[in-house]
């Protein structure tokens, strides 16, 4: 099978990449603005094509046509970009992407389309089911929901042409996966930028304060990358998987920003023998990231869609972050 991965370049996208060459199944091509990520990953089964989905509009075209399946991972992800340029998000995220669904339309193309757990919004029930949890987004004046609304309004659109026959589709919807290659390191005291794994592991490497947003009282429901992968090829190979919806995540995990600051920590003690020498500091939002900043309760996802189509995430919350972490430990600190 002939498959098109947008966005191959981003954290995603790269590890998706890597996990598809090494079961060589199928051809890939990866197209992305930069594919720094993508130093030392590839092989016969893979081309790279660098192109701007904005910009290369016919070569963007000719992937989509000369391929079978669509993934498309375009998207600005970092709360500190929808905070600071939602306008921005909302042109690369809705506008852009909705070109990518017509192009999967117009020629006849699966699409697998990721998405957010963002766009459950505030929590409204136990626990986030695809197809029947309210969709709860919050005032204009805070930006996280330009990104929430219009991750939530392609995905309808998704759903508007899966119903009108035009489109096999499959949305994703990830719950904070965590891996290599995640985002970017910063230097010390940096606020805003990438999120909360890169923060945490700049922080471990350079003894700079690890920042805890408004007390750091939050709950995320963390992944490991590499069932974010296993969910991929469960999705891409089921036939179950058409035209339906999935949360990607791991409901056994469950913690607060403060307890992975602390698990981080002694992770890294661990791993390296030395201290973790950065400190916990409180920081309000607005200081953090700007203006508009709001944040957001996860609880965790229901993942019974995909676990009756076969997929279990296998990886718990200590190897989320000791993987993750092991990648990072040898890197070259930012500088200040
Ligand atoms: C982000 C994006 O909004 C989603 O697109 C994406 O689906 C999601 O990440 C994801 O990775 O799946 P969020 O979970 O808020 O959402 O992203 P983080 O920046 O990782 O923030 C997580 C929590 O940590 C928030 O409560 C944030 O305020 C806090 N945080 C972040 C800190 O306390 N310190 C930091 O240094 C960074």
């Not at 199944?25 to 594919?35: A, P």
């Not at 500190?80 to 939602?86: A, G, K, L, R, W």
């Not at 609880?299 to 990886?315: T, Y």
Request: proline content about 5%; glycine content about 10%.
């Amino acid at each position: 099978m002939n498959i098109a991965i947008l966005g191959a370049g981003g954290f995603i996208g790269s590890n998706l990449v890597e996990f598809l060459l090494e079961r060589d199944e199928h051809q890939i091509v990866g197209l992305d603005v930069t594919d720094d990520k993508l130093a030392g990953i590839g092989g016969p089964g893979f081309q790279f094509v660098k192109a701007d989905v904005s910009q290369d509009r016919d070569l963007v075209e000719g992937v989509v046509r000369d391929t079978d399946v669509v993934v498309d991972l375009v998207a600005y992800a970092n709360p500190s970009i929808y905070v600071e340029t939602p306008l921005k998000v909302v042109d690369l995220n809705f506008f852009e992407n909705h070109r990518i669904i017509e192009l999967c339309v117009r020629h006849g193309k699966r699409l697998i389309q990721y998405s957010t757990s963002e766009v459950y919004g505030h929590p409204s029930g136990d626990a986030y089911h695809e197809d029947t949890s309210n969709l709860v987004v919050g005032p204009i004046q805070k930006q996280r929901w330009i990104y929430a609304a219009a991750k939530q309004l392609l995905e309808r659109v998704v759903y508007g042409h899966g119903l009108a026959g035009d489109l096999d589709y499959t949305v994703v919807r990830p719950f904070n996966f965590v891996g290599p290659r995640f985002d970017y390191l910063v230097t010390p005291g940096s606020m805003g930028g990438p999120r909360l794994f890169a923060h945490n592991m700049s922080a471990l490497l350079t003894g700079g304060p690890m920042y805890l947003v408004d007390g750091g009282h939050r709950h995320r429901s963390f992944t490991h990358i590499a069932d974010a992968n296993t969910a991929f090829q469960t999705m891409l190979d089921h036939p179950g998987a058409h035209n339906e919806i999935f949360n990607v995540g791991n409901p056994s995990v469950n913690v607060t920003v403060r307890q992975v600051a602390e698990l981080m920590k002694d992770i890294y003690q661990e791993l390296t023998g030395r201290p973790a020498a950065c400190e916990l500091v409180e920081v309000d939002g607005e200081t953090f990231y700007g203006k508009g900043y709001e944040d957001v309760d996860r609880v965790p996802p229901s993942i019974d869609k995909l676990r009756a189509l076969g997929w279990e995430p296998r990886h718990g919350l200590s190897e989320i972050f000791t993987d993750a972490i092991e990648y990072y430990v040898d890197a070259e600190p930012p500088g200040e």
